[in-house]
């Protein structure tokens, strides 16, 4: 997600090293490490120590663990700036970290423009979404396992929710994180709730045919009869990469989504609509 706000600040050619590399969807990182100009630095779990080495960086960015540390990285003696961008719960909040690279990168003055116009756009919309008289409710993700991790009532998701004029199911929880909850306590609480979104990563893009034969109490949701579930592919869409400091792209497909009659004309870039 980073790479993504650097190329847009226009200090890609700053970039030493990435971590995850197959997970990028972003062409011009792709590129730049096919011709050698970006060393692929391995797994962020597991990073290439000798490669991180060789690049001579100035410093290197990374996420923050709760309660752990960084391994064999932190013995390099190269400084470590810590990203916790994703502890942030409000969506303008976690943008305004632009600033921070964009004074990392020498690049303060397209970094605080950048950040104005999305401040404002983000405003607008938001205004714009608290026109309507509907306010229907919405719920998110999928199980894993026997888990179903929901966003808490506290989290950057619940806000941007919020935001865009939904009633988000659980926006009563007190936690910023995702938690745990039961299919049965899912369903209970979120059978009747208008839409579903739902975001996943594979080759061809979700249907509903597909997600009954995934898990058949799933089409006991009201919002799979009404066919309301709108999914958002990662493998084929830069969605890490892009809302974390563009909230303003993810309410406005909100919107869309919540409020049709809001925004004539509008495509989303990241939820569409699930095919049969």
Same mark, same amino acid.
């Given at each position: 997600?980073?790479?993504?706000?650097?190329?847009?600040?226009?200090?890609?050619?700053?970039?030493?090293? +990435?971590?995850?590399?197959?997970?990028?969807?972003?062409?011009?990182?792709?590129?730049?490490?096919?011709?050698?100009?970006?060393?692929?630095?391995?797994?962020?779990?597991?990073?290439?120590?000798?490669?991180?080495?060789?690049?001579?960086?100035?410093?290197?960015?990374?996420?923050?663990? %709760?309660?752990?540390?960084?391994?064999? &990285?932190?013995?390099?003696?190269?400084?470590?700036?810590?990203?916790?961008?994703?502890?942030?719960?409000?969506?303008?909040?976690?943008?305004?970290?632009?600033?921070?690279?964009?004074?990392?990168?020498?690049?303060?003055?397209?970094?605080?423009?950048?950040?104005?116009?999305? %401040? =404002?756009?983000?405003?607008?919309?938001?205004?714009?979404? =608290?026109?309507?008289? %509907?306010?229907?409710?919405?719920?998110?993700?999928?199980?894993?396992?026997?888990?179903?991790? +929901?966003?808490?009532?506290?989290?950057?998701?619940?806000? &941007?929710?919020?935001?865009?004029?939904?009633?988000?199911?659980?926006?009563?929880?007190?936690?910023?994180?995702?938690?745990?909850?039961?299919?049965? +306590? +899912?369903?209970? =609480?979120?059978?009747?709730?208008?839409?579903?979104? &739902?975001?996943?990563?594979?080759?061809?893009?979700?249907?509903?045919?597909?997600?009954?034969?995934?898990?058949?109490?799933?089409?006991?949701?009201?919002?799979?009869?009404?066919?309301?579930?709108?999914?958002?592919?990662?493998?084929? &869409?830069?969605?890490?990469? %892009?809302?974390?400091?563009?909230?303003?792209?993810?309410?406005?497909?909100?919107?869309?989504?919540?409020?049709?009659?809001?925004?004539?004309?509008?495509?989303?870039?990241?939820?569409?609509?699930?095919?049969?």
């Amino acid at each position: 997600e980073t790479a993504g706000i650097l190329q847009e600040l226009g200090a890609l050619e700053q970039i030493g090293g +990435v971590c995850d590399l197959r997970y990028s969807n972003q062409p011009a990182i792709l590129e730049r490490c096919t011709a050698g100009k970006i060393t692929d630095a391995g797994n962020s779990m597991n990073p290439d120590i000798e490669k991180i080495i060789d690049m001579n960086p100035d410093a290197i960015l990374l996420s923050p663990f %709760e309660n752990s540390g960084y391994g064999p &990285i932190e013995k390099t003696g190269i400084p470590l700036v810590e990203c916790a961008d994703y502890m942030e719960t409000s969506p303008l909040g976690r943008a305004e970290w632009i600033k921070l690279f964009g004074f990392l990168y020498g690049k303060e003055t397209a970094a605080d423009s950048l950040f104005s116009r999305i %401040e =404002q756009e983000y405003t607008d919309l938001q205004k714009q979404a =608290q026109n309507s008289s %509907e306010t229907p409710s919405v719920f998110s993700e999928m199980k894993s396992g026997s888990a179903w991790y +929901v966003p808490g009532g506290k989290s950057y998701m619940a806000r &941007i929710f919020a935001d865009a004029g939904a009633n988000y199911i659980w926006n009563r929880n007190q936690q910023s994180g995702s938690f745990p909850l039961s299919f049965e +306590v +899912v369903f209970d =609480q979120a059978h009747d709730a208008d839409f579903w979104l &739902i975001k996943y990563y594979q080759d061809k893009d979700k249907t509903y045919n597909e997600i009954k034969k995934d898990y058949a109490p799933y089409a006991n949701f009201k919002a799979f009869q009404k066919k309301n579930i709108y999914g958002c592919n990662t493998a084929k &869409i830069p969605y890490y990469e %892009e809302f974390p400091f563009h909230p303003e792209r993810l309410l406005k497909d909100l919107i869309k989504i919540f409020h049709p009659e809001l925004l004539p004309g509008y495509q989303p870039e990241y939820f569409t609509s699930l095919s049969e």
